[in-house]
């Protein structure tokens, strides 16, 4: 057993997962294609914004026919589904760049790595993939898309996952604690990988990073419990206020339904309100805490404004 840095962190997944040779398996093993890329970015954005809401790419890598696109979430954010077909079209519009034709001279493939599932239960795969292409009256696939977006859940491997996609899975999955079993891991770019995650190997630079992410993670964690059950207890009061007007089982029912949901409303918006005013008590810039927070400039200025 090994001691190492779990795949969850940003900073720690980029790391291995930029390696050409890391990469390039990857992407054949999950999509079944031979890539060859001698460089892989991290945090890519495009030099020219597309669309209104300008997309920052964990890892990116082209070659001369394919671009493929990875990302790792930590589900937190009920529109991640939305998020990521955005990233994927992005990258699909971007090569539109005039007026003479549509065409995409690459095929785009999205690769979205989730180490956490929504706590309702919307999750219970641990591999699913949109490949756009229609499907006509008779069933058939009409397969004028190659682009592909993927969806990929290590906490929910299981029997139909398939064997190249279940090994990098079990990999992160068996990461996420901050321990691995070596020996499960015959394969030299596998040993290669648990030797770049492994505690003791990691540059104290990159450990500090690590570390802001992991106190990150953990005070956005504590104000979005904070913010719910505040919200909770204010919905559920609303509610029985509301139930004792309309009487008795069937107004509390429906008052408290009504109370709930706008509970949860307000504690998702005081997660917010203090994620920002944290962020900002800790030095970061409004344009920064906006990118993280994925909110407009004008919103963030706005909640500082009202706790000045």
């Not at 190997?201 to 106190?215: G, M, N, Q, R, V």
């Amino acid at each position: 057993m090994i001691e190492v840095i779990p795949l969850k962190y940003g900073t720690m997944f980029k790391q291995v997962f930029s390696q050409p040779d890391v990469f390039n398996q990857f992407a054949k093993d999950i999509l079944g294609i031979d890539l060859n890329v001698s460089r892989v970015h991290t945090e890519y954005e495009y030099p020219e914004p597309v669309g209104f809401v300008r997309s920052r790419y964990d890892l990116f890598a082209e070659d001369v026919e394919r671009r493929v696109i990875v990302e790792i979430q930590h589900v937190k954010e009920e529109d991640f589904f939305d998020r990521f077909l955005y990233y994927h079209l992005i990258s699909l519009v971007e090569q539109v760049r005039g007026a003479d034709e549509y065409g995409f001279g690459r095929t785009v493939y999205t690769i979205v790595v989730l180490t956490s599932v929504p706590r309702d239960g919307s999750i219970n795969f641990s591999c699913a993939i949109s490949d756009m292409s229609p499907v006509d009256e008779w069933g058939k696939k009409v397969p004028v898309y190659p682009h592909r977006l993927v969806f990929l859940s290590p906490r929910q491997v299981n029997e139909k996952t398939p064997p190249t996609v279940r090994k990098w899975l079990d990999f992160i999955k068996d990461s996420l604690d901050g321990i691995v079993e070596e020996s499960h891991y015959g394969e030299i770019l596998f040993q290669q990988m648990i030797e770049e995650i492994r505690k003791q190997t990691i540059d104290p630079s990159l450990l500090s990073e690590i570390k802001d992410e992991a106190a990150w993670e953990k005070a956005k964690a504590r104000f979005e419990r904070e913010g719910r059950e505040e919200g909770w207890k204010a919905g559920r009061k609303e509610g029985r206020e509301e139930g004792r007007e309309e009487g008795l089982e069937k107004g509390l029912k429906k008052g408290l339904e009504k109370g709930l949901e706008k509970g949860q409303k307000e504690g998702i918006l005081s997660q917010k309100r203090q994620t920002v005013i944290t962020a900002k008590q800790m030095g970061m810039e409004v344009a920064a805490i906006a990118t993280l927070l994925e909110l407009a400039e004008i919103e963030v200025k706005e909640i500082l404004n009202q706790e000045a």
